[in-house]
């Protein structure tokens, strides 16, 4: 079974930096996309950023300049890295990878989110 765990989240004032990791784990043979979603409290679920499994990345136009997405492919993770954090930014952040796990074919998957709160 394949899991995907997020750290990095927690309380910090604008104008500061988080850095957020994700692992995935289980019975991989190689991982496609990935990327981080946020949910604020009351609004949709939405894109922050996404790279492809060869380091293409993608940004929501909200972050472009403040916010860094990258990945180790040895260490099946994915990172943000967040700067000039705003009190907008804050949501619950999600993991999201498409995984070709052994016997199965690609699947998304999700990790259960961490919490990025920024005090203005």
């Known amino acids: 079974q394949v899991q995907l765990v997020e750290s990095g989240g927690g309380l910090v004032q604008a104008g500061g930096s988080l850095r957020l990791s994700c692992a995935a784990s289980?019975?991989?043979?190689?991982?496609?996309?990935m990327g981080w979603y946020r949910q604020a409290p009351g609004k949709q679920r939405e894109l922050v950023a996404d790279?492809?499994?060869?380091?293409?990345?993608n940004y929501v136009d909200s972050v472009k300049g403040r916010f860094t997405i990258s990945r180790d492919n040895a260490k099946n993770t994915v990172y943000l890295q967040m700067n000039s954090l705003k009190p907008e930014d804050t949501a619950v952040y999600y993991c999201?990878?498409?995984?070709?796990?052994?016997?199965?074919?690609?699947?998304?998957?999700w990790g259960k989110g961490t919490l990025v709160t920024v005090s203005s």
């Open positions: 999201n990878a498409n995984v070709w796990a052994y016997g199965k074919a690609p699947t998304d998957y």
């Open positions: 289980g019975i991989i043979f190689s991982i496609n996309a």
């Open positions: 790279i492809s499994k060869g380091g293409s990345t």
